[in-house]
């Protein structure tokens, strides 16, 4: 099952402009500016950013830095622990030791946001594999997503 689901995930193209983890982060800003009932306009002058330097942040063509956890809250008027609870949640800040959120993260970004409940199976039957077997497969993985990547810059 799991190499079905690897190969199914690299037949698909990804944005030029996108990484997974700028995608899982894009979905969790627009939930909760739209929660906040909040346009991007609003953001935007909430964080010093022109509207034009804030939409790429909700089409996932940025990367969140953790020095810009406490700004990037103030500006979706939500605390900070709720802020980092939420990205825990769709593993973009990882817990110590964890590798499991941030290859989630890799995984959901190849498959696309319909994803969820294979990337979540793929995940769970990895998690059931001895320790050096999983080792081994999520090498290939890595190995596999970074070459595909570099495939498609090329086109």
Do not use: C
């Given at each position: 099952?799991?190499?079905?689901?690897?190969?199914?995930?690299?037949?698909?193209?990804?944005?030029?402009?996108?990484?997974?983890?700028g995608?899982?982060?894009?979905g969790?800003?627009?939930?909760?500016?739209?929660?906040?009932?909040?346009?991007?306009?609003?953001?935007?002058?909430?964080?010093?950013?022109?509207?034009?330097?804030?939409?790429?942040?909700?089409?996932?063509?940025?990367h969140?830095?953790?020095?810009?956890?406490?700004?990037?809250?103030?500006?979706?008027?939500?605390?900070?622990?709720?802020l980092?609870?939420?990205?825990r949640?769709?593993?973009?800040?990882?817990?110590?030791?964890?590798?499991?959120?941030?290859?989630?993260?890799?995984?959901?970004?190849?498959?696309?946001?319909?994803?969820?409940?294979?990337?979540?199976?793929l995940?769970?039957?990895?998690?059931?594999?001895?320790?050096a077997?999983?080792?081994?497969?999520?090498?290939?993985?890595?190995?596999?997503?970074?070459?595909?990547?570099?495939?498609?810059?090329?086109?």
């Amino acid at each position: 099952m799991a190499i079905a689901v690897l190969e199914f995930m690299l037949s698909k193209p990804t944005p030029d402009k996108t990484s997974p983890e700028g995608l899982l982060l894009a979905g969790v800003l627009k939930e909760i500016r739209r929660e906040r009932r909040l346009t991007q306009q609003q953001v935007a002058d909430n964080w010093d950013l022109t509207v034009d330097g804030y939409r790429p942040w909700e089409r996932g063509e940025r990367h969140l830095r953790t020095n810009q956890i406490t700004s990037l809250a103030a500006a979706l008027t939500i605390s900070e622990a709720d802020l980092m609870t939420r990205l825990r949640a769709q593993g973009l800040l990882p817990d110590e030791g964890d590798y499991q959120p941030s290859l989630r993260a890799q995984l959901a970004g190849l498959f696309g946001p319909d994803s969820a409940d294979a990337v979540d199976s793929l995940v769970r039957e990895l998690a059931e594999m001895p320790e050096a077997d999983r080792q081994q497969f999520l090498a290939t993985i890595r190995y596999q997503i970074a070459g595909y990547h570099v495939s498609h810059q090329r086109d």
